[in-house]
């Protein structure tokens, strides 16, 4: 039902139901928000959408307020501007000023609002917040002084993750966000996803950046200095630098990753390639001994630390598969290393992803051989991108140069593995075409590549019917219970941890739009249809690796060195 409520002076529709706020963003009149995230239950804590509506002695928050239709609101009094400034000062008051170090420099939202509320002095004076650093996480690094009490994290946390690693602790000016028992990150049960990174409008929470660690070692000559990027990380760079995007800059940032200083680079999107094809052959054993048990998808170091603390039930069926980037690192200290005649331990191997939680798994026991690690350091996307600036690079300008062989090649397989869905639609399609010698139709995959947090399909190869699902986002989960428990049973298990996937993972720019979001997932599905190479086992950098390579390498032959363990976790809470 539409009625019509006066604004500023002038007249909009507004739907019966709706808030203040969403009535005025659907007519184009913006305020700000903090606390507020779509899609979320709003709380109206933050108190910076407040609107004055005539007839009500107090000020009122957009965010939480219905429309009525006797309704007149202003949104930009002077009574309003006041009580926001108030706001945004009060938060600055106590905050640190370090702005010109801050990890969120320039994409801070404080820093946005206070500009735009054109506060150009400390009016008000606080006691500074106790400085407490914790780093104990792999992955993300948690600064209390600069925490503005939001809740976005604990929320995020909460209901999209379901890990519930952060709460509000202590009363009153003592008030503050940690880990349960108010210990550090390695204590509790956090993931390391970083979805609450994403959601932080201060720099309370941002990656561990493991920037100079790389410079470091890329200035030690003795070491032979390599790098992985995964099929998404391009994209996140374009991005990043504000470049628009297109499969060539593939190779531009292949010379831009030489001219900072790696002798050899190497694709992701090949060992991918080996993932897909290794649980293709694991769900098939499964299916040929008509085993019950799910095969689990190991791929998202999030959803296997998930699992292991809050549902070590599941650790059986959990593919005991290494994820790609861990699979690169074994062939770059492996098969590289023989190659070009040097020892593992003089490789330096740095992996780029858009994924928070490869930090940590890169640090997981049984991913290290002979007390060397598969992979040294993991850049995030921003990193890379702040590393590719640091080296005073003009991105515009360089040549395009192939990666190196023998992971310079990759099918769209592997480029579809980076949205939600699309590890298990490659696995059916490769398992399909192992028995019946063509691809499937791909009208049969539609389903998959819903947007809903559960989804499911019956897919046929040949005889056989296998029924698979796939959790977007780890809300999902109690979907996927309920189906289990009414009986219904699965060959293959897709979990992945960040909703919509990779593309929405930790590491990539930060990006409020959700247009965006959709762009990259488009941009993936795009991948897909034009690419030459389709499947793994049409890709001649994966035919080169299986039918040479690895059969030469004695320590790769068995391929026992793709496969990792998985162990129950107990943490506080």
Same mark, same amino acid.
């Given at each position: 039902?539409?009625?019509?409520?006066?604004?500023?002076?002038?007249?909009?529709?507004?739907?019966?139901?709706?808030?203040?706020?969403?009535?005025?963003?659907?007519?184009?009149?913006?305020?700000?928000?903090?606390?507020?995230?779509?899609?979320?239950?709003?709380?109206?804590?933050c108190r910076m959408c407040v609107v004055e509506v005539e007839g009500r002695d107090r000020l009122v928050t957009a965010c939480s307020q219905p429309v009525e239709e006797w309704m007149k609101v202003r949104t930009h009094?002077?009574?309003?501007?006041?009580?926001?400034?108030?706001?945004?000062?009060?938060?600055?008051?106590?905050?640190?000023?370090?702005?010109?170090?801050?990890?969120?420099?320039?994409?801070?939202?404080?820093?946005?609002?206070?500009?735009?509320?054109?506060?150009?002095?400390?009016?008000?004076?606080?006691?500074?917040?106790?400085?407490?650093?914790?780093?104990?996480?792999?992955?993300?690094?948690?600064?209390?002084?600069?925490?503005?009490?939001? *809740?976005?994290?604990?929320?995020?946390?909460?209901?999209?993750?379901?890990?519930?690693? &952060?709460?509000?602790?202590?009363? *009153?000016?003592?008030?503050?966000?940690?880990?349960?028992?108010d210990r550090d990150f390695n204590f509790s049960s956090c993931i390391h996803c970083g979805q609450c990174v994403m959601v932080c409008p201060t720099g309370a929470l941002h990656e561990k950046h493991n920037i100079t660690?790389?410079?470091?070692?890329?200035?030690?000559?003795?070491?032979? !200095?390599?790098?992985?990027?995964?099929?998404?990380?391009?994209?996140?760079?374009?991005?990043?630098?504000?470049?628009?995007?297109?499969?060539?800059?593939?190779?531009?940032?292949?010379?831009?990753?030489?001219?900072?200083?790696?002798?050899?680079?190497?694709?992701?999107?090949?060992?991918?390639?080996?993932?897909?094809?290794?649980?293709?052959?694991?769900?098939?054993?499964?299916?040929?001994?008509?085993?019950?048990?799910?095969?689990?998808?190991?791929?998202?170091?999030?959803?296997?630390?998930?699992?292991?603390?809050?549902?070590?039930?599941?650790?059986?069926?959990?593919?005991?598969?290494?994820?790609?980037?861990?699979?690169? *690192?074994?062939?770059?200290?492996?098969?590289?290393?023989?190659?070009?005649?040097?020892?593992?331990?003089?490789?330096?191997?740095?992996?780029?992803?858009?994924?928070?939680?490869?930090k940590f798994e890169a640090r997981r026991d049984g991913m290290m051989r002979k007390g060397i690690s598969d992979v040294d350091t993991v850049l995030t996307v921003r990193e890379l991108a702040r590393l590719t600036r640091?080296?005073?690079?003009?991105?515009?300008?360089?040549?395009?140069?192939?990666?190196?062989?023998?992971?310079?090649?990759?099918?769209?397989?592997?480029?579809?593995?980076?949205?939600?869905?699309? &590890?298990?639609?490659?696995?059916?399609?490769?398992?399909?075409?192992?028995?019946? !010698?063509?691809?499937?139709?791909?009208?049969?995959?539609? !389903?998959?590549?819903?947007?809903?947090?559960?989804?499911?399909?019956?897919?046929?190869?040949?005889?056989?019917?296998?029924?698979?699902?796939?959790?977007?986002? &780890?809300?999902?989960?109690?979907?996927?219970?309920?189906?289990?428990?009414?009986?219904?049973?699965?060959?293959?298990?897709?979990?992945?941890?960040?909703? *919509?996937?990779?593309?929405?993972?930790?590491?990539?720019?930060?990006?409020?739009?959700?247009?965006?979001?959709?762009?990259?997932?488009?941009?993936?599905?795009?991948?897909?249809?034009?690419?030459?190479?389709?499947?793994?086992?049409?890709?001649?950098?994966?035919?080169?690796?299986?039918?040479?390579?690895?059969?030469?390498?004695?320590?790769?032959?068995?391929?026992?060195?793709?496969?990792?363990?998985?162990?129950?976790?107990?943490?506080?809470?």
């Amino acid at each position: 039902m539409l009625f019509t409520i006066q604004v500023n002076n002038k007249k909009i529709k507004a739907e019966k139901g709706e808030t203040i706020l969403s009535a005025l963003n659907r007519n184009g009149i913006m305020i700000p928000t903090l606390c507020r995230m779509k899609d979320f239950t709003p709380t109206g804590a933050c108190r910076m959408c407040v609107v004055e509506v005539e007839g009500r002695d107090r000020l009122v928050t957009a965010c939480s307020q219905p429309v009525e239709e006797w309704m007149k609101v202003r949104t930009h009094s002077p009574r309003v501007i006041t009580a926001r400034k108030t706001i945004v000062e009060l938060l600055l008051s106590n905050h640190p000023d370090d702005c010109l170090y801050c990890d969120r420099n320039l994409y801070c939202e404080l820093q946005r609002l206070a500009e735009e509320l054109n506060i150009r002095e400390r009016r008000i004076k606080g006691r500074k917040i106790k400085l407490r650093l914790d780093q104990s996480s792999p992955a993300i690094v948690r600064e209390l002084s600069k925490c503005i009490l939001c *809740g976005r994290c604990v929320r995020v946390c909460e209901e999209v993750i379901t890990a519930t690693s &952060l709460d509000f602790i202590n009363k *009153g000016r003592q008030t503050h966000i940690g880990p349960a028992m108010d210990r550090d990150f390695n204590f509790s049960s956090c993931i390391h996803c970083g979805q609450c990174v994403m959601v932080c409008p201060t720099g309370a929470l941002h990656e561990k950046h493991n920037i100079t660690e790389v410079q470091e070692y890329l200035n030690k000559t003795e070491l032979i !200095k390599i790098i992985q990027y995964s099929p998404l990380v391009p994209a996140g760079i374009a991005e990043e630098l504000g470049i628009k995007y297109n499969r060539e800059f593939d190779r531009v940032l292949n010379a831009i990753l030489r001219k900072i200083g790696f002798d050899k680079v190497f694709l992701t999107g090949t060992a991918t390639d080996i993932y897909i094809s290794e649980i293709t052959s694991q769900l098939n054993e499964k299916l040929e001994n008509n085993s019950d048990d799910p095969v689990y998808i190991s791929a998202c170091p999030a959803w296997v630390k998930y699992a292991e603390q809050f549902i070590p039930s599941v650790l059986p069926q959990l593919s005991t598969i290494k994820s790609p980037q861990q699979i690169a *690192g074994i062939l770059i200290k492996t098969l590289v290393a023989d190659q070009i005649s040097v020892q593992p331990e003089k490789i330096y191997s740095v992996s780029v992803s858009p994924c928070m939680a490869m930090k940590f798994e890169a640090r997981r026991d049984g991913m290290m051989r002979k007390g060397i690690s598969d992979v040294d350091t993991v850049l995030t996307v921003r990193e890379l991108a702040r590393l590719t600036r640091l080296y005073g690079i003009d991105v515009t300008n360089v040549e395009k140069e192939p990666a190196d062989e023998p992971m310079a090649g990759r099918s769209s397989s592997s480029v579809l593995a980076e949205v939600s869905g699309g &590890l298990t639609e490659s696995i059916l399609r490769s398992l399909f075409f192992s028995k019946m !010698k063509k691809e499937p139709e791909g009208q049969l995959f539609k !389903k998959i590549r819903s947007g809903s947090s559960f989804r499911e399909i019956m897919f046929e190869v040949g005889k056989k019917e296998i029924r698979v699902a796939v959790v977007d986002g &780890l809300t999902g989960l109690e979907k996927l219970k309920i189906s289990i428990a009414a009986g219904n049973r699965y060959s293959l298990i897709e979990v992945m941890t960040c909703p *919509g996937g990779c593309v929405n993972g930790a590491g990539m720019p930060f990006s409020i739009s959700k247009d965006e979001k959709r762009n990259r997932a488009k941009m993936v599905y795009q991948a897909d249809e034009t690419e030459s190479v389709s499947l793994p086992c049409k890709s001649p950098a994966l035919i080169n690796l299986y039918e040479k390579h690895l059969v030469e390498n004695k320590d790769l032959n068995d391929k026992k060195i793709f496969n990792t363990h998985f162990e129950k976790r107990n943490v506080l809470l």
